[in-house]
Structure formats: structure tokens, C-alpha cells
């Protein structure tokens, strides 16, 4: 891991590896909660995303001599001390319906990698997927790795509106959007469990960088009455 | 308690304060003002703790009322105000009287963001901790959305009165000068190729029309970057990235937390403050800086407002 300077606050942690070799996302939540833990009042942001973390703290943290690169180094090497694969990731289970009605695209994903519609469904719920970071709008996890024949590029001309919930998947990612949001990825499913709700200001988004996810199959039936659970 | 009423807002003008913080890694924007001199300045102004929620307002074409004396200040771009039926310069406060208006019109091309504070104060339910409104996410301000015409916001004080105050004219930033961001390299700037860094730092760019609260496109020579996809990244305030055509782009406070260009560093945060007021067309440079240099000027900064 390398620590390198990136702005009068900030610090960027580059852990080794790359698009075909992530490093696993629980060393970088586990990196996370250390740093957070070290500077106590004094973090701002500290934030996982694939192979990168970012630390910017307060001014404060800077006064007085103080030297938190030091600091950061510390809860790295504690880090590598402990071994990341120690500690047990959260496994989450959300109900997925893959209903044609909620699943646009999924008979083309499903010809395309030479398959039926419920072989891609297995493929893609048979799979445990790590949370590798949290971006693009609240509660979105882009989470990893899709079975290969399910994998295609983004599409070439983006959805204006994808409703809240869909499950999508692009290259070897997939997510839940949610809110509703224009996006590019194949739309092959929907959850009806909320992945943000702003009601809880302290734990407001189901998923954290370093999470595991499972998906459910449901039926039709079943995800209204979900639905409507979740909505009361 | 006073009510001030909202009787024009043409472009966009909504509720602000220094942002969030540690929201990021929930994919939570940051927010916030865009300048932080003229938001703090405009709150000092009204005899506020300088983080205290204010209008921000892009680009004018903006006016309110109220139904009780208010004591007001208004810091950062010119936008030809007037305040009970007379000419108002920014960088001052002043008591808006009841019935009467206070008006901001169309930009003198000096800034783009007006901060308009009230003495104590708005009303203003915090959201993550912050005042600050997110208009994608429906949260946060004023019912989470931008302020129109019929707004009423309300004061904390009963009587928000005090004093007002002047700027001393060598504390008034001149905006609509040429720009030099001072740039952190960082993120992926040595992978670039050396060409391309050269050009960065060698050539002029100007500020587009393209711009808001979540960045600012630059024109000019393009960057090359030329070596495909790249992993997402988490992405700091200030960052200068390089979209697929060669574009610049310096994000700012309403960013995604997360991006998938190239990136080149860092811009020294207390020239965001300038390069947010820059009109399209302002020429911009790029130097590069230290920054352990920029840490001691940021950290002045934040003593000489009282909050480090």
C-alpha cells in the first residue's frame, strides 16, 4: 500500500491490484474503520472505492506539529499485522424479482450469452457479490464479479429514468439503483427493499463498501407484498 | 421571528453551508458553497458564526421581501442589487425594511455567486448534519430542492437585527481577473503521457458556459490521456479530470463521490474560490504546487475566520 499526498487535507491509499485483480474490499473497509477510529473528531472523509481510499481530514488534524501520515501508516501496518480475511464480512440477502415485467433487458443478456432467461437468472442469483465501493448516487454499491456470459459493455445510449430498485448489471458489475436515475447499465430485475432511506440519518443506505450480497429470486406476488411492506 | 417571502428566483438560488461530511462513503454528495470567502464574509457581515446557512445565488435575477426589519448582508459576485428603492453594493449589510425589496439583477460580470445571510440566521432543518441542499437528491435546504418564487423562510431571532457593517475595500476579492489554479498532481497525472502533462501546464484555458455546482468544463487544447478505461476512483474536492474528448473539468462540492476519468491532481482549494466566480471566457493557467505550501495558506485562512 502507498500513501501518497493528494491535496492540502487529503491522502490517497492506493492498495495493489487492478481491474482483473481487485484487492479484496474488506482490507479496504477494515483500512477505513481504523483511520476513522485513529483521528477520532478529526476525519472529514473517509471513503473505499475499488483499489483507492481517501482520507482528508481537519485543519485541526494538522495543528500543533501533528504529522498524520504517521498516523495513517500506523493503521496500515496494524492492517497487514491482522490480516484482512479475519474478519467476517456483513452477508446481506434482498429479494430480486426478475420478472419480465421489471427486466428490459434481460432476454437480450440472456441470448446474447447464449443461455435461457432462467439460466441467466440462476447465474446471476447464484452468485455472492462484494460491495467493492459506494458511488455515483446514494446507497449505490457497485458490486462485483458477474459471471462471465452475463457480462456486456455499458449501453450505447443511456436510460433517462431507471426506477428505483432496478437491479443492473455492466461489465462484470451489477447494482441497485436507489432512486430513480438515468443510467446506462442493463436493467434485469428489481428489489422491493429500499437501498437509501434518508429517514435514517445515521445508517441511511443498506450497503457499505466490503458488504457480501446475495440476491433472492421472488416471484411476482411476492415482491408487491414486499412492496407494499416496505412502503407502509 | 421574520418571514422573508421569495419573489423571484429565475435561475437557481437555494440553501447552503460549509456541506457534508462524512457522507461520501455512502455515495452522499458533499455540498456546500462554492465560496467559502464570500459565504463566511456575508455571515461576519451580519454578526453570524461564520458557517451559518445562507442563500447562495447563481447568477441573480433574484429578489425577496419580508414582513419585519431584517438585518441582511450580501458578499460575493455583483449583481447590481438594490435594497428599499436604492442602489446596494455587496460586501455590506443593511436593514431590508418590511414591504420593501431587495432585488439582485443581472451580473456586472464581476462573480457569479452572491451569499445572502440574515442576522441569526434561517429556519432550516439539518439533513446529514448539514443545511446544505442537494437538488438530485430532493434533500436537504429548503424542502430539498432549489428556492422559487413564494418561498417563505423564516428567521431563528425574533428580532434579527445588529449593527451592519462594511468591508474594508482591500478585503473585496476582484473577480473577472485571468485565473491561476495552483494544481496538486496526483491520482493518475504520471501516467499520462509527458506531452500531455506539458500542455496542462504550458497552455491557456478559459472557463466554458458549462458550468455548476457539481464542476466546471475548461476550453482550450485538449489532454490526451490515450490508454483506455481506468478504475473508479474516490474523488476529492477540486479534482481536475480529464473527460474522454480531452476536456478539463475541475469538480466541485455537488460531485459524485466516485469517477471513472483520468484525474491530474488537485486544485488548491482557495483558488476554487476564484475559479467559481470566473465568467466563460476568463483565461485560466495551471501551476504546479506544493502541498504542504498550500496547507499552511489553507490553514491561515481558516484561523483569521476562527475555525481552527
Same mark, same amino acid.
Given at each position: 500500500m502507498k500513501i501518497e499526498v493528494l491535496s492540502e487535507f487529503s491522502y490517497l491509499i492506493r492498495f495493489p491490484g487492478d481491474k482483473t485483480n481487485l484487492p479484496e474490499p474488506t482490507a479496504l473497509g477494515i483500512a477505513a474503520q481504523l483511520i476513522r477510529d485513529a483521528f477520532d473528531e478529526d476525519w472529514v472523509e473517509v471513503v473505499p472505492v475499488f483499489a483507492d481510499l481517501l482520507v482528508t481530514l481537519s485543519a485541526n488534524a494538522f495543528t500543533?506539529?501533528?504529522?498524520?501520515q504517521t498516523v495513517i501508516s500506523a493503521c496500515l501496518d496494524r492492517l497487514e499485522r491482522q490480516g484482512g480475511a479475519q474478519i467476517e464480512p456483513r452477508m446481506i440477502e434482498v429479494p430480486a424479482c426478475y420478472d419480465e415485467e421489471f427486466a428490459d433487458d434481460l432476454a437480450e443478456i440472456a441470448e446474447k450469452g447464449g443461455m435461457t432467461v432462467n439460466e441467466a437468472v440462476n447465474l446471476h442469483a447464484g452468485q455472492t457479490y462484494k460491495v467493492y465501493a459506494m458511488g455515483?448516487?446514494? /446507497?449505490f454499491g457497485y458490486m462485483g464479479d458477474v459471471p462471465d456470459p452475463l457480462r456486456q459493455p455499458r449501453r450505447s445510449s443511456p436510460r433517462t429514468r431507471i426506477p428505483v430498485g432496478s437491479i443492473a448489471i455492466a461489465d462484470f458489475m451489477t447494482a441497485v439503483y436507489p432512486l430513480a436515475m438515468p443510467g446506462g447499465w442493463h436493467i434485469i430485475g428489481r428489489c422491493?427493499?429500499?437501498?437509501? @432511506?434518508?429517514?435514517?440519518?445515521? @445508517?441511511?443506505?443498506?450497503l457499505r463498501a466490503g458488504d457480501l450480497l446475495r440476491f433472492q429470486p421472488i416471484d411476482k406476488d411476492e415482491f408487491h407484498r414486499l412492496q407494499a411492506k416496505w412502503q407502509q | 421571528m421574520a418571514t422573508v417571502t421569495i419573489t423571484r428566483a429565475d435561475f437557481f438560488a437555494s440553501i447552503q453551508d460549509l456541506g457534508r461530511r462524512r457522507t461520501q462513503h455512502m455515495g452522499l454528495a458533499q455540498s456546500g458553497v462554492a465560496d467559502e470567502y464570500s459565504f463566511f464574509r456575508a455571515n461576519y457581515l451580519a454578526g453570524n458564526t461564520v458557517t451559518t446557512p445562507v442563500i447562495e445565488i447563481i447568477s441573480g435575477l433574484f429578489s425577496v421581501t419580508t414582513d419585519s426589519p431584517v438585518t441582511m448582508a450580501l458578499a460575493g459576485a455583483d449583481m447590481s442589487a438594490r435594497a428599499n428603492n436604492a442602489p446596494l453594493s455587496p460586501w455590506q449589510s443593511f436593514v431590508l425594511m418590511p414591504g420593501k425589496v431587495l432585488e439582485l439583477k443581472n451580473s456586472? /460580470?464581476? /462573480?457569479?455567486f452572491s451569499y445572502l445571510a440574515v442576522k441569526g440566521g434561517f429556519d432550516i432543518p439539518l439533513c446529514f448534519n448539514s443545511a446544505s441542499t442537494v437538488a438530485r437528491e430532493n434533500l436537504g435546504g429548503h424542502q430539498g430542492r432549489k428556492l422559487g418564487v413564494g418561498d417563505q423562510l423564516t428567521t431563528i431571532l425574533e428580532r434579527p437585527l445588529c449593527p451592519t457593517l462594511a468591508t474594508p475595500p482591500d478585503q473585496i476579492p476582484q473577480f473577472g481577473k485571468p485565473i491561476t489554479l495552483r494544481l496538486m498532481p496526483g491520482y493518475d497525472h504520471d501516467r499520462f503521457p509527458e506531452d500531455s502533462k506539458a500542455l496542462l501546464f504550458s497552455r491557456e484555458y478559459t472557463v466554458s458556459t458549462k458550468m455548476d455546482r457539481t464542476g466546471i468544463r475548461l476550453d482550450g487544447p485538449p489532454v490526451v490521456w490515450g490508454q483506455g478505461d481506468i478504475l473508479s476512483k474516490p474523488v476529492a474536492l477540486g479534482v481536475v479530470q480529464i473527460t474522454n474528448d480531452g476536456t478539463p473539468v475541475v469538480l466541485l462540492r455537488?460531485?459524485?463521490?466516485?469517477? /471513472?476519468y483520468p484525474m491530474m491532481g488537485v486544485v488548491s482549494h482557495l483558488d476554487l474560490f476564484k475559479l467559481v466566480q470566473a465568467f466563460p471566457g476568463t483565461p485560466v493557467r495551471f501551476v504546479p504546487a506544493d502541498p504542504a505550501r498550500l496547507r499552511r495558506e489553507l490553514i491561515r485562512f481558516y484561523s483569521f475566520w476562527g475555525l481552527v
Open positions: 500543533d506539529g501533528k504529522d498524520p455515483f448516487c446514494a /446507497g422491493p427493499v429500499p437501498f437509501f @432511506n434518508p429517514d435514517d440519518q445515521h @445508517n441511511p443506505t443498506l | 456586472t /460580470g464581476d /462573480g457569479i455537488e460531485r459524485q463521490s466516485t469517477g /471513472g
